[in-house]
């Protein structure tokens, strides 16, 4: 069993705010956004990063975004996102547990990349209103 950060968020062994998750992919809130709703989407299965994990969890990953990016934008009122992804020390990977940044983008804003604190309310209400669209989405 593997032993990183995002393992222990997928085993519930330390807290996040998850909006979504499926036998491969989970969904939960980057504790440091650069946007409001910046979600780390990642696979279950632990790979160091993208290359070292199979086809299968690359398509899985793409599957997520697919279906839970539109719930989002319309949960917060966004009009684009960013995706984003780290791969390898040199690109600048922190954790390494394969995982993409999905950055929602609001008319009028400008358009930054620099991490920035946020209280834990505030984090919580936002994935609320993202858990809430889920549902929704799903009951429909
Ligand atoms: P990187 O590996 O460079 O793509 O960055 C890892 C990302 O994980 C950073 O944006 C961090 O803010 C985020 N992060 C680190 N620890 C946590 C955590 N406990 N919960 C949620 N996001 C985290």
């Not at 939960?28 to 299965?45: A, D, E, T, Y």
């Not at 949960?75 to 940044?101: C, D, K, P, R, S």
Request: aromatic share 6%; charged share 25%.
């Amino acid at each position: 069993m593997h032993d990183d950060l995002f393992e222990k968020i997928i085993r519930r062994e330390i807290p996040a705010e998850i909006v979504y998750e499926n036998n491969a992919t989970i969904v939960f809130m980057n504790i440091n956004p650069v946007s409001r709703g910046h979600v780390l989407v990642v696979p279950k299965h632990y790979a160091r990063d993208l290359q070292s994990g199979s086809e299968e969890d690359a398509i899985e990953l793409m599957k997520t975004i697919y279906h839970v990016a539109p719930r989002i934008m319309k949960a917060l009122g966004a009009t684009g996102y960013n995706l984003g992804m780290n791969h390898g020390a040199i690109a600048g990977q922190e954790v390494f547990h394969t995982h993409i940044h999905l950055m929602p983008r609001y008319e009028g804003e400008a358009r930054t990349f620099e991490k920035q604190g946020i209280p834990p309310e505030e984090m919580k209400e936002i994935a609320d209103l993202i858990r809430k669209e889920m549902l929704l989405a799903k009951n429909n």
